[in-house]
């Protein structure tokens, strides 16, 4: 794990050990080491007791970071802001804003550890507020503040001011702080302002261009991001995994034999496909319905990973072979893989293809009881397109009256698709008024009542 320092720059080879056990997470190392720190008389040093407290935090310590903490005559803002920054990793809330508010100087640092810890834990109102404080007691902010609140914000409004905001403040030069923006326009679907940002952008980077190309294909630009993907190779940026999986994206909403080319550009580049990348591949060709080569990169690939697992079982669930998809369920476990809530969507989504009721409403339950995973909507809409599909209306139309959830109304529209489908025409009438009273100007419901009369052979005056 390393030797004990000796001899000349003593602190910086301490702080270069903590750091190393930091990483490692190695508490005992870290504690053997804070223990000859003590000994050798370095204790009432704040340089290297802020690299004490970071190591304990660090390994989750929070109680023993606090303590050499406390012993420090002298804390500085770097040493308050180590601290506050410590109880946020470690999920405590409470801590962060005590410290915060006994802090007798706040830099731009510790105003930004702030909002960070509020956006790790997903109060992101609470990241905005943040935000404008500091701008009303003149903070001089960062890039780092920017590309913090631009993570936070909840609207594309609330991005807008922001991107004013950073105009007047001088960062829209700024590489990252103008790739955040690119991100924040693209998860608002502002494709347009994807396009100005990036036009107007003078230096870019990889990580400037893979922001494109994502923004634009979670949008359904596909053909625009493969564009985006020729122009960086003729400036001579060398693509990496990000890349890839950014136009393997695009690639699964145009075409397979795009899809193809790109496959035999990652191999020739020598980059490995692992998780990340083989769980491109394989969405690329499952939503092709390529499942040989769908299968063909899950098998080449390393897939003791969930999420390679949960690639695989879907694409055959999406294009309707069940009893793959189950076969795939079956030995993901035998490898000892634990499925997680994705799983079962895809699970229940092949006991629907396959009509296998029993087997959907044990693994509705058995997730559950066996893994702890909380069943959610789409769990529910999987079971009831299941019971659906299968002709169990009344079961389908109890869980969607019993569940504690809040359905939309795509879920009673696929009910009532289902009783087209088996002629119920009672059930049809009384779903459709539901469905209607959730969106009273849907002309949808009327359509599908009038085609289960008229597939009963009935007769509307």
């Known amino acids: 794990m390393g030797e004990l320092p000796e001899g000349r720059g003593i602190l910086s080879n301490f702080a270069l ?75 405590h809330m409470d801590h962060v804003e005590n410290v915060f508010c006994r802090m007798t100087e706040r830099k731009v ?25 500091m701008h009303c007691e003149s903070v001089q ?37 103008g790739t955040a923006l690119l991100t924040m326009y693209g998860r608002y679907r502002s494709v347009e302002d994807v396009k100005i940002v990036f036009r107007n952008m003078v230096d870019k980077d990889k990580s400037c261009w893979n922001a494109m190309m994502a923004a634009l294909t979670q949008n359904d630009e ?23 999986v950014c136009v ?9 034999t795009l899809g193809q080319v790109i496959h035999a550009t990652i191999i020739e580049h020598g980059i490995e496909v692992e998780h990340i990348l083989g769980t491109a591949l394989v969405d690329m060709y499952g939503k092709h319905g390529n499942l040989e080569d769908a299968f063909h990169v899950f098998s080449k690939a390393p897939h003791t990973n969930v999420i390679s697992w949960n690639a695989i079982i879907s694409v055959f669930a999406q294009n309707g072979c069940g009893s793959k998809s189950l076969d795939l369920f079956d030995q993901m476990q035998r490898q000892s893989i634990k499925p997680d809530y994705t799983t079962f969507i895809s699970v229940l989504t092949a006991c629907s293809h396959a009509g296998l009721v029993n087997l959907g409403w044990y693994f509705f339950v058995y ?34 009256n019993k569940i504690p959830l809040e359905v939309d109304d795509v879920t009673w529209r696929s009910l009532l698709g289902a ?15 539901r469905c209607l009273s959730l969106h009273p100007v849907d002309a949808a419901p009327y359509v599908t009542l009038l085609n289960i009369h008229a597939a009963s052979g009935n007769e509307i005056c």
Not at 158 to 174: A, F, N, P, Q, T
Not at 226 to 238: A, N, P, T
């Open 248 to 256: 393997l994206d695009g690639c699964a909403s145009i075409c397979t």
């Open 222 to 244: 596909g053909e625009e991001a493969l564009d985006v993907f020729y122009q960086m190779q003729c400036i001579g940026e060398k693509p990496d995994i990000v890349t890839f």
């Open 141 to 177: 902010m960062d890039h780092v503040s920017f590309v913090c609140v631009l993570d936070a914000c909840c609207g594309l409004h609330e991005g807008k001011r922001i991107h004013v905001s950073l105009v007047e403040c001088g960062y829209m030069r700024d590489i990252v702080v």
């Open 367 to 400: 997730m559950g009881r066996n893994y702890g995973i909380s069943i959610t909507i789409d769990h529910c809409c999987c079971m009831i397109d299941l019971l659906g599909r299968a002709g169990h209306l009344e079961e389908a139309e109890y869980l969607l």
């Open 109 to 133: 640092v510790s105003w930004n550890a702030l909002m960070t810890a509020h956006v790790r834990i997903g109060s992101k109102n609470q990241a905005i507020h943040v935000f404008y404080r």
């Open 419 to 433: 009783c087209k489908i088996h002629s119920d025409i009672e059930r049809g009438i009384r779903i459709a008024n």
């Open 17 to 91: 050990l903590l750091c190393q056990y930091s990483k490692q997470k190695a508490v005992y190392h870290g504690k053997k080491a804070h223990h000859h720190i003590y000994e050798s008389g370095y204790e009432n040093s704040r340089f290297i007791a802020n690299w004490v407290i970071q190591m304990y935090g660090e390994c989750g310590l929070m109680d023993d970071a606090r303590a050499v903490f406390d012993k420090i005559r002298c804390p500085n803002t770097h040493s308050w802001t180590i601290l506050l920054a410590l109880y946020a990793l470690n999920g």
